[in-house]
C-alpha cells in the first residue's frame, strides 16, 4: 500500500472532512426531518466507521492487520487506512513493527473509566476499602468473562507477589479463587461451555488443577460451602480466598477475595481468619445491590 509523506496528518485531515460532510448531510437531514414532523437522524457515519473498527480488537485477537480489519468490518481499504491512521495519530491505536495495529492507550483508559462507572463498582468500593484497611492485605473485586476473571477494583498491599494485575486485567478463572467461585455457580452446560482444555494452559503455580475433571469436585465443595480458595495454584507463594457477591435476584454476579502471602498466612489461619471477614464484606455488598438474604 503506498504511504503518504505525512499519513498521520493526511489521515487526520481526510477524516475530519469526512466529518465534515457528514455532519453538513446530517444538518440537511435534520431540517428536512424536522420539516416533515419525523424525528431527525444526527448518526455521524465516519465515527460510527471508527467505532466498528475499534469494535474488531478483542482478548482472542489483540491485533490486525489494515487489510484484515477492512474485510472484518466490510469496509474499503482506502476507507479503512485512512480510518486506521486517524485512530493511530489520536492515540487509540498503537503501529506494531510487525505491521499489526493493537489498542492505545487512549482506548485502555476509557475501558478503565468504563468498569469504574459501573453501579457495582461505585457501591462495592467503600466496602472493600473497609476490609483492606481492617487487615492490611491485598483486595480484589473481579467478574467472570468466558474462562477468565475480569479484575474491576484492586487495592493492593505492596508486599503481594502479583504486582502486575490492576483493573482491567484478565486471570485464568481455573487458577483463581474469584474464578472457581464463579464457575461453582454455573450450570453445566455454561460450565462446559466456558472452561476447555486451553483454559488450563499457560503460567501456574505449583498446586494448579490441570483439567475439569480434576477441578470438578473442589466446585462442587465450593458451591455447598458458599466460598473458595486458592492455594498457590495461580503463582508460588500467593494464597486467597474469594465470597461471592448477589445480585437482587439472588445470582451470583460477582467476587471479593483477599489475597495474601503464603509464607504469612498458612491456609488453616486463612479459613479461620479472613474467611469470615470476606464472606460479611461480600454479604454487606449484596445488601446494597437489593439482596434481601443474609
Not at 466446585?219 to 480466598?241: F, K, N, P
Request: hydrophobic residues 40%.
Amino acid at each position: 500500500m503506498p504511504a503518504s509523506a505525512n499519513p498521520a496528518r493526511t489521515s487526520t485531515e481526510t477524516g475530519t472532512g469526512a466529518a465534515a460532510t457528514t455532519g453538513a448531510a446530517a444538518t440537511t437531514g435534520a431540517a428536512a426531518g424536522n420539516a416533515a414532523g419525523t424525528q431527525p437522524d444526527y448518526r455521524v457515519e465516519a465515527l460510527a466507521k471508527g467505532l466498528r473498527v475499534l469494535s474488531v480488537f478483542s482478548e482472542q485477537r489483540p491485533t490486525w492487520r489494515i487489510t484484515d480489519i477492512a474485510a472484518e468490518v466490510s469496509l474499503p481499504l482506502p476507507t479503512a487506512y485512512r480510518i486506521v491512521m486517524t485512530l493511530t495519530a489520536e492515540g487509540y491505536l498503537d503501529h506494531l513493527p510487525s505491521g499489526e495495529y493493537r489498542p492505545g492507550v487512549r482506548v485502555l483508559t476509557l475501558g478503565t473509566a468504563a468498569l469504574r462507572s459501573l453501579d457495582l463498582v461505585e457501591l462495592a468500593t467503600p466496602k472493600l476499602q473497609q476490609l483492606a484497611n481492617t487487615t492490611k492485605e491485598t483486595v480484589n473485586l473481579a467478574v467472570l468473562t468466558g474462562d477468565q476473571v475480569l479484575y474491576l477494583v484492586r487495592l493492593r498491599n505492596s508486599d503481594l507477589v502479583t504486582a502486575n494485575i490492576r483493573v482491567g486485567s484478565l486471570l485464568p478463572a481455573v487458577h483463581t479463587s474469584i474464578g472457581k467461585l464463579l464457575l461453582a455457580f454455573l450450570g453445566e452446560d455454561e460450565l462446559a461451555k466456558a472452561i476447555t482444555g486451553e483454559s488450563f494452559g499457560g503460567t501456574t503455580g505449583p498446586n494448579a488443577k490441570r483439567s475439569l475433571d480434576e477441578l470438578r469436585p473442589e466446585l462442587a465443595a465450593i458451591r455447598a460451602q458458599g466460598w473458595a480458595t486458592q492455594d498457590e495454584e495461580l503463582a508460588y507463594g500467593l494464597r486467597s480466598v474469594a465470597a461471592p457477591v448477589r445480585g437482587e435476584n439472588g445470582a451470583v454476579v460477582a467476587g471479593a477475595n483477599l489475597a495474601v502471602q503464603s509464607r504469612d498466612w498458612p491456609a488453616a489461619r486463612i479459613t479461620r481468619e479472613l474467611r469470615p471477614m470476606v464472606l460479611e464484606t461480600c454479604a454487606e455488598i449484596s445488601r446494597l445491590l437489593g439482596y434481601p438474604g443474609s
